[in-house]
């Protein structure tokens, strides 16, 4: 079992920056894909990005592409979401997830783990 917990959230300005973090433990690192996710009230969590286990492939959903990217430090067991030009209704709860497997799309179908999710607001 992968525990993960999230960072970095907070309240920024239309146009403004942040970086989030989710640090895991309980497995190797590197032999699972991670993702990040965001759930605005009233909707249905969505997917945004996966990184590969070995940090070089990542996919990444239409509404955030070009804005948005993710990374990943295995030597720290950590993964990173750069969110640039923010909009307003960028705001929601924004989780990481560990995926099944190494491969990217394995963050879309089968996710094992979750973390407790940071709050991201941004103002217009």
């Known amino acids: 079992q992968v525990q993960l917990v999230e960072s970095g959230g907070g309240l920024v300005q239309a146009g403004g920056s942040l970086r989030l973090s989710c640090a895991a433990s309980g497995r190797t690192f590197s032999s699972y894909a991670m993702g990040w996710f965001r759930q605005a009230p009233g909707k249905e969590r969505e997917f945004l990005a996966a990184?590969?286990?070995?940090?070089?492939?990542?996919y990444y959903a239409d509404s955030v592409k070009g804005r948005f990217t993710i990374s990943r430090d295995n030597a720290k067991n950590t993964v990173y979401l750069q969110m640039n030009t923010l909009k307003p209704e960028d705001t929601a709860v924004y989780y990481c997830s560990a995926c099944a497997t190494r491969g990217v799309r394995s963050c879309l179908t089968d996710t094992t783990s979750w973390g407790q999710g940071t709050q991201v607001t941004v103002s217009s």
């Open positions: 990184i590969g286990g070995i940090g070089i492939t990542t």
